[in-house]
């Protein structure tokens, strides 16, 4: 089955520099890679979603990109803010042999902004 | 307000006691999934359902059950089976209409064994 492996576990920047976070994964018939925000005691909340058939896409300061050969998909957050601490999630789906789709996650990332 | 909900914030679980964890939606979602997060760890599914009546395990079922009578609804049971049940749990739910689709998740359940 699918595994995906996220890193780093932990990551510190600071606030206005550039945040970047790499998972990869090993399901070649992989094709749907959201990335989760999860702030503390809450539940996530997807914040970018990228699917195979395009290499990047972007969202104000947020940018997923993703590389098929390779097998491995990033989130890049520029001009970070305090209220981007958080933990992050990368997750895989491939097409099911049957049922709903499944979702891999990825160990998560621990985010710190400092002023 | 459509979204997820799930109760209770927190539980309390006694040796040998088996307890019901709620998920609610009002998304008119057909699918939905209950994961397991550990501290530092990533989320690991437990059950998922793709309509009403019917329901799949997933990579850790042992220990737990659900149902699903309604479609809004997939209540998860944590039996005395599971030997390590303090955890939090998130329930999710999507359209279910393809693969390639948003996972919206609600706000969590921490269950503590006292």
């Known amino acids: 089955g699918e595994n995906v492996e996220q890193h780093p576990s932990t990551l510190s920047v600071q606030e206005g520099d550039s945040a970047v976070i790499k998972c990869t994964y090993s399901d070649s018939a992989s094709n749907y890679f959201p990335w989760y925000k999860q702030e503390l005691g809450k539940g996530p909340q997807l914040i970018i979603d990228?699917?195979?058939?395009?290499g990047e896409k972007k969202d104000q300061r947020i940018a997923v990109t993703l590389n098929k050969t390779a097998k491995h998909f990033s989130l890049h957050i520029t001009e970070t803010q305090p209220e981007d601490s958080a933990v992050y999630f990368c997750?895989?789906?491939?097409?099911?042999?049957?049922?709903?789709?499944?979702?891999?996650f990825g160990q998560g990332t621990r985010l710190t902004i400092n002023p | 307000d459509g979204g997820i909900t799930q109760s209770p914030k927190y539980l309390f679980r006694k040796e040998g006691q088996n307890v019901t964890l709620s998920c609610e939606q009002n998304?008119?979602?057909?699918?939905m999934y209950w994961y397991r997060q550990d501290p530092g760890q990533g989320l690991r599914l437990i059950y998922y359902s793709q309509i009403v009546n019917d329901f799949q395990k997933g990579d850790i079922a042992e220990g737990y059950s659900v149902s699903r009578e309604k479609k809004e609804s997939f209540p998860l049971t944590v039996t005395s089976a599971q030997k390590n049940p303090t955890a939090f749990y998130l329930c999710a739910s999507s359209t279910g209409q393809t693969y390639q689709e948003t996972q919206y998740f609600g706000p969590g359940t921490r269950l503590l064994v006292l």
């Open positions: 990228i699917r195979s058939n395009v």
């Open positions: 997750a895989a789906s491939s097409p099911p042999v049957q049922g709903a789709q499944k979702l891999v």
């Open positions: 998304l008119n979602h057909d699918a």
